[in-house]
């Protein structure tokens, strides 16, 4: 693997399954739909995080650390899903959480991911600015400091896109483990969609599949930033992961492509496209998509195959993030009526 030289602790369920979604492709027409579902990755309700967290894991262990740190909004599945590994290998967690999507309602902040996290004992922090990510991080490495000086081995894991993007690493293993699974299905694959936040899962993506060769598109869906930011932190993350790789110099600005259509009005919040995509999903095909994430990409893969940038024969991914507690901190979903 193009990741063997970095420690890497087991957490997912892998291979995750890859499959078509008969009904979606006929009820849109213009695509053969398939999904990826790193939704069933395991590790307290799964999620792309989880791929992601076997390497900080895998570094954490050989520091030989004994807390985990980390920060993230409310429902962030990062968090909820970093407790449960920390729980899996003993250590105790802390979790600070950002306010980034305000006047939410009482279930937004005690249902879904907040809820887990509690149920498995993770200790809160709050952090009042939800788009400060410096901030945030340097909030957690005072925590770290206060843990050692009481005798503490903390290990943080960072949010702001200066850091090493290590947890991209375990989204080149799953570029690997596509490219096998397009090969045993023996169809050829002319566009993966995903949504787009931290950039870590993209870049990780976009890097692993051109070090293999494959020039197959990963269309990313903006979640919190718009376009031109996004494009910018994509593209300088994944030429890093190309050169943590040993694969410098594969990856241009073309590689990268991003949209902010559905990005609308803002992080973790619905707009009528996202409502419409989760519930068509749902009753199409028993899938479920959470509002921050799966929700703008499938809303994304919607408005692509509607707009016709693919044909009735292409075939295209989606990749389920995963992400599903969070769908219980948003009751407007079932008020809605689609």
């Keep these: 693997m193009l990741t063997d030289k970095y420690p890497r602790a087991i957490l997912s369920h892998t291979p995750t399954p890859f499959e078509f979604l008969k009904n979606m492709s006929k009820n849109l027409g213009g695509a ?3 999904i990826k579902r790193d939704d069933c ?6 999620g792309n995080k989880s791929r992601q967290l076997e390497y900080y894991f895998g570094e954490a262990i050989a520091n030989k650390a004994d807390t985990i740190l980390i920060t993230g909004a409310v429902q962030s599945n990062y968090a ?3 407790v449960s590994a920390a729980r899996k290998f003993g ?3 802390e979790v600070q959480l950002e306010e980034r999507t305000p006047n939410r309602p009482e279930q937004y902040y005690n249902s879904g991911n907040p809820y887990l996290m509690k149920l498995m004992g993770a200790k809160i ?3 009042p600015d939800g788009e400060d990510e410096e901030g945030a991080d340097a909030a957690l490495y005072m925590l770290a400091e206060k843990l050692r000086k009481n005798g503490k081995n903390p290990y943080v894991i960072p949010l702001a896109g200066h850091h090493a993007p290590i947890g991209a690493l375990g989204y080149v293993d799953c570029a690997e483990e596509l490219l096998r699974q397009f090969d045993d299905q023996n169809v050829q694959i002319d566009g993966i969609i995903i949504g787009t936040g931290s950039g870590t899962t993209h870049a990780g993506l976009v890097a692993g599949l051109r070090a293999l060769g494959s020039k197959i598109r990963v269309y990313g869906f903006c979640v919190r930033r718009d376009k ?4 910018n932190r994509v593209f300088e993350k994944t030429k890093i992961v190309a050169e943590m790789i040993e694969r410098p110099n594969i990856i241009t600005a073309d590689d990268i492509w991003v949209d902010d259509k559905m990005l609308r009005p803002g992080y973790g919040l619905l707009n009528d496209d996202v409502l419409n995509a989760i519930h068509k999903t749902a009753e199409w095909e028993g899938i479920l998509l959470d509002p921050v994430y799966t929700g703008k990409a499938m809303a994304g893969l919607i408005h692509l195959v509607k707009s016709g940038a693919f044909t009735g ?4 991914v989606f990749l389920h993030s995963g992400g599903t507690p969070a769908i219980f901190g948003y009751p407007e979903i079932i008020e809605h009526t689609a």
């Design 125 to 127: 922090h709050h952090y």
């Design 41 to 46: 990755t395991g590790l307290a309700m799964g």
């Design 80 to 82: 909820r899903c970093a």
């Design 228 to 231: 031109d930011s996004q494009t």
């Design 313 to 316: 024969k292409q075939n295209i």
């Design 32 to 34: 053969q739909i398939w």
């Design 91 to 93: 250590m105790a967690v």
